[in-house]
């Protein structure tokens, strides 16, 4: 996991290929006016969503973890507090090999970090997270699926 601010992004470039690009698709787009919805920038290696989640307690939120594609979770509206628990620290459950996949139900998350807008937090396959966060109703985001 890392939690940084936008203008370091680039500072993680050589961690994966396709991150490069979602420095250049940040440089020439505005998330914020972005219609909502999934938008390629790759095909299916690297694409992003645009949505409005629901607000959780931490009680709330569930724990996940994928194994082909990598997180960068940009809060759009306001805050957002992810949980965090090391994947190698979370039980086996099924994995939803057409969604990409695994959560864990009522389980706690072992650590909370929050994001402020114009901070990011890539969630890579090894890093359990809960996302949405939030005692606001509703919070914009964008989600950066980058191919592991």
């Known amino acids: 996991m890392i939690i940084d601010t936008l203008d370091h992004l680039s500072d993680y470039v050589a961690m994966n290929p396709l991150f490069a ?12 006016k972005l219609e909502a919805g999934k938008h390629e920038i790759v095909g ?23 194994v082909k ?15 965090y628990t090391p994947a190698r620290n979370l039980p086996d459950e099924p994995y939803n090999a057409e969604k990409d ?12 970090i929050t994001c402020h807008p114009g901070m990011f937090a890539i969630f890579f396959p090894q890093d359990g997270h809960a996302p949405c966060i939030s005692y606001e ?9 980058v191919k592991a």
């Open 21 to 32: 690009k979602v420095v250049d698709f940040l440089k020439s787009n505005d998330l914020n």
């Open 44 to 66: 299916k290696d690297l694409f992003v969503n645009i949505t409005t989640a629901k607000g959780k307690a931490p009680d709330e939120a569930v724990l996940e973890t994928h």
């Open 101 to 112: 996949i695994t959560k864990f139900g009522d389980l706690g998350a072992e650590s909370y």
């Open 69 to 83: 594609m990598i997180d960068i979770q940009i809060p759009l509206s306001g805050d957002e507090t992810y949980g």
């Open 137 to 145: 109703p509703e919070i914009k985001k964008a989600i950066f699926k």
